[in-house]
């Protein structure tokens, strides 16, 4: 009778823990939520350099950077590579191929030599056969160049499918480049969780790697106002966020780590004239003196609002675009016409009101500006502290130009537009390729 008590108080005793443990398992389970992790995929250097190609003709839908070398024009797609079209008849350009780079954003070529951005790396093709470019990977610079590791995340993460709670895994630049993201959904604690804003290519902080005229060159790629590369006598310049990088360009053309100059400001593009280089920034224009390439001397620099800002210059005068919008830290959009005679003391002379101004150019006593979706204007800057808008060529796009007078060919948004610029102040559209498969 005994035995059959204790049996059955052990039992009680079980059935209680068994319950109390169903009933903690499941307020425990109940306490526990999905929580999506987004995680950063890595790729070495050489392993990037593996997936470079050539392929057919792709589809152009982005603007880009852009340089012309001999009769073709270098189109880059951000972020994938560069379009070659060959332009030896500008009433009929064709769209050869398309050479595949990672991570690419600009470009310049120096006698049959393209050097471009790989994300963090600095890589060289030899085009001296158009129709096969070869990439020289021994010639590949590493770890040079700030990159964005946001860059890929709105392309490869679906944040409509995340969830309500979702983390990011912290980077670990040791592990290689950011190149894509990945996602993957692990049970954690409800009272752990918080909200998290996901980044945007707009607001993404950039994150570190570890770690023209007057050149000895003999061919070098004519670039439009919004470049970042530069080739100055036997030296390239680069812009690497708020840093000048220059390398030195051996006979092989192989590149060179050679000096890094803090440019103190968040740098955006590069105009040579003659010993002079002006430096287009968010935050003004700086003037260095270049005639002695390999150690750059800071002249001067004048300050405007914080705003999207290339810059292109004649003998006495420089021309700046300054634009608003998500990027450029203002909602301005105006031409400034700064007077340069006098370097130590620089003054802006003249404004004029823009649409959406990017890319711009230069051309005797006009000046052709990039307007955004308002076309290409010309402005009269015979009296440069009195420009006036004379004529305008409406495109759905305008984003850069490069004039080799009487022509330009400029770039939009999927379209190359060439035109004559013979009676100037109209321009006349000549061809436009539509860059697609």
Same mark, same amino acid.
């Given at each position: ?172 630049? @040791? ?145 700046? @675009? ?7 830290? @203002? ?19 003249a404004r004029q009101v823009m649409f959406n101004p990017h890319g711009l150019a230069i ?28 004529? @305008? ?45």
């Open positions: 009778m005994k035995m059959i008590f204790r049996s059955l108080i052990f039992l009680f005793i079980a059935g209680l823990f068994l319950s109390g443990c169903s009933i903690l398992s499941k307020k425990t389970d109940e306490n526990l939520v999905d929580v999506t992790y987004i995680i950063p995929v890595y790729e070495t250097t050489s392993q990037l350099a593996q997936k470079v190609s050539v392929d057919p003709p792709k589809d152009y839908a982005e603007a880009g950077k852009i340089v012309t070398y001999q009769h073709y024009i270098f189109i880059n797609k951000p972020h994938e590579g560069i379009h070659v079209v060959d332009n030896s008849d500008p009433s009929n350009p064709q769209n050869l191929h398309f050479i595949a780079i990672p991570g690419s954003l600009d470009m310049t070529i120096i006698d049959d030599h393209l050097y471009s951005d790989m994300f963090s790396a600095l890589v060289v093709f030899d085009i001296s056969s158009i129709s096969s470019p070869e990439l020289l990977e021994e010639f590949t610079v590493e770890e040079v160049f700030y990159y964005n590791p946001y860059m890929t995340l709105e392309s490869t993460v679906s944040f409509d499918a995340l969830g309500d709670y979702f983390r990011y895994e912290e980077i670990d630049n @040791t592990l290689g480049i950011v190149t894509s993201w990945r996602t993957e959904i692990r049970k954690e604690p409800l009272e752990d969780q918080v909200s998290h804003r996901y980044y945007t290519l707009e607001d993404a902080e950039i994150a570190t790697a570890t770690a023209a005229e007057n050149n000895n060159f003999e061919n070098v790629s004519t670039a439009g106002s919004m470049t970042r590369f530069l080739p100055i006598e036997n030296y390239l310049y680069t812009i690497n966020f708020n840093e000048l990088v220059l390398f030195s360009i051996g006979e092989d053309y192989r590149p060179s780590r050679f000096a890094r100059l803090d440019t103190g400001t968040q740098a955006e593009t590069l105009f040579q004239l003659n010993d002079l280089l002006f430096v287009g920034s968010t935050t003004g224009m700086l003037m260095y003196d270049v005639s002695s390439p390999d150690n750059p001397g800071f002249i001067n620099s004048i300050e405007h609002f914080r705003s999207c800002d290339p810059v292109v210059a004649d003998s006495n005068y420089a021309y700046v @675009t300054l634009r608003g919008g998500t990027n450029c830290f @203002t909602e301005t959009n105006e031409l400034q016409i700064i007077d340069i005679r006098d370097p130590e003391n620089l003054e802006v002379v051309h005797q006593d006009h000046l052709l500006v990039c307007d955004g979706s308002a076309g290409i204007k010309v402005l009269d800057v015979s009296d440069r502290e009195n420009p006036s808008v004379v004529a @305008t060529s409406s495109i759905p796009f305008a984003y850069d130009i490069i004039v080799d007078y009487p022509s330009a060919v400029v770039v939009g948004e999927g379209v190359i537009y060439q035109y004559d610029l013979s009676a100037l102040p109209e321009i006349t559209k000549t061809a436009e390729l539509i860059l697609s498969n």
